[in-house]
């Protein structure tokens, strides 16, 4: 009852902040806004059709705008800047939260208009994506006809109406590369030859003092129900420096920093602590030379994915599954998945809750244990030894 007394005042409150905005009438030609304003595994999923989109005839000529998330912004401008005329870029938790920025903001956004407005999102929401589209002044608003997971029933049938054109969208459970794929595909009524996600990153081992053999250890994520007990890292961690005398290099973002200043590392130099102290594209140099990657599920499983990595572990506890986890074989069979002993007993149930909610809020990550995680990298890497590959690592 209170979650939902605070939804109500919340979207009141976008409401009169909406109605303050005032569109600009001007719509340049030939001018494209695309908005990206989701987070970083989004944005990796999603970033290898921009050229795609970038190169078709019918968008010849036009200047791109970029609206993103500012989360992602170094990565981005790495990868795909010289893409874009303009970037604008959001602060999405300060956009849900202060009313201030978010008419600021949107002020910004709809100062001017443009011929076309694209929002690639499947999973689209009311006041973050569609309630901004309906406020830029566009010939063309298109957007995914999308699904509910999201957004309400009659939210979507009400925002269905702010956009001029809805790429069609199978109503079965997608990886989001796919998904991407789809729409894209949609769009440009062509087929569209990218198989798998891609990011060429500089290797930066060097430059933070790593050890020749290491291995990253991921160790944040969006909420807390996502991340296994750091305590269970460091026994992993521990095996892991002892049977295969690799490095542990622990990364995650500024909590996890925190998290890790009261935590024995020891001084024997097994575990190096990273958190907190690399950019994004930083983080992508560091994992480039990795041997192998254990994280929690959130985008660095993405990010290795993407920069080819063959050793790649996730502990997981349900979140969009058959969406996010696990990775098709055709993109990747790097990837390893560790799931909740409830998923592992019935895994199609999991996809398709996932496709019509997005997750299972019940399920305890702590419940996965490291002596199930050790057995899955044992596993991949004696059989990779097996097959020839790194024999210096057989136990």
Request: hydrophobic share 40%.
């Amino acid at each position: 009852m209170i979650r939902r007394l605070k939804n109500l005042l919340r979207g009141f409150i976008y409401f009169l902040v909406n109605r303050l905005v005032r569109s600009s009438p001007e719509i340049p030609d030939k001018s494209l806004l695309l908005i990206r304003i989701d987070f970083i595994g989004d944005y990796i999923l999603f970033r290898n059709f921009i050229q795609a989109l970038r190169d078709d005839p019918q968008y010849g000529g036009y200047r791109f705008s970029f609206l993103g998330n500012s989360f992602w912004r170094d990565l981005f401008e790495k990868l795909d800047g010289q893409l874009f005329d303009e970037v604008i870029w959001l602060d999405l938790a300060k956009f849900e939260r202060n009313p201030f920025y978010r008419f600021k903001k949107l002020r910004q956004v709809t100062s001017q208009g443009y011929e076309v407005v694209l929002s690639p999102v499947y999973s689209r929401d009311f006041w973050n994506i569609d309630s901004m589209v309906k406020l830029i002044s566009a010939k063309e608003k298109i957007g995914s006809q999308g699904n509910h997971s999201n957004i309400s029933r009659w939210h979507k049938k009400l925002s269905d109406k702010y956009y001029t054109k809805l790429i069609p969208a199978t109503q079965e459970v997608l990886f989001e590369f796919h998904r991407n794929q789809e729409f894209f595909q949609g769009l440009l009524k062509q087929g569209i030859q990218i198989s798998r996600p891609e990011i060429q990153a500089r290797p930066v081992a060097a430059d933070f003092g790593l050890a020749e053999d290491y291995a990253v250890f991921f160790i944040g994520g969006s909420y807390k129900a996502k991340k296994w007990g750091l305590n269970n890292f460091m026994a992993v961690g521990d095996y892991l420096s002892d049977s295969y005398g690799l490095q542990i290099v622990l990364c995650g973002g500024p909590l996890e920093q925190r998290e890790l200043r009261g935590h024995p590392l020891g001084g024997d130099g097994r575990f190096i602590n990273l958190a907190g102290k690399t950019s994004l594209w930083e983080l992508a140099g560091v994992m480039k030379t990795a041997r192998l990657m254990l994280s929690n599920d959130t985008m660095a499983p993405h990010l290795a994915a993407a920069l080819g990595k063959d050793k790649v572990f996730v502990v997981y506890r349900g979140t969009y599954y058959g969406r996010c986890i696990p990775y098709p074989k055709q993109i990747s069979d790097g990837v390893h998945v560790i799931c909740h002993p409830e998923i592992q007993r019935d895994p199609l149930a999991y996809k398709q809750a996932s496709n019509a909610y997005g997750y299972v809020n019940q399920l305890d990550i702590n419940r996965i244990t490291p002596e199930r995680v050790i057995d899955e990298i044992d596993e991949v890497l004696r059989h990779q030894a097996r097959a020839g590959e790194r024999k210096r690592y057989v136990a």
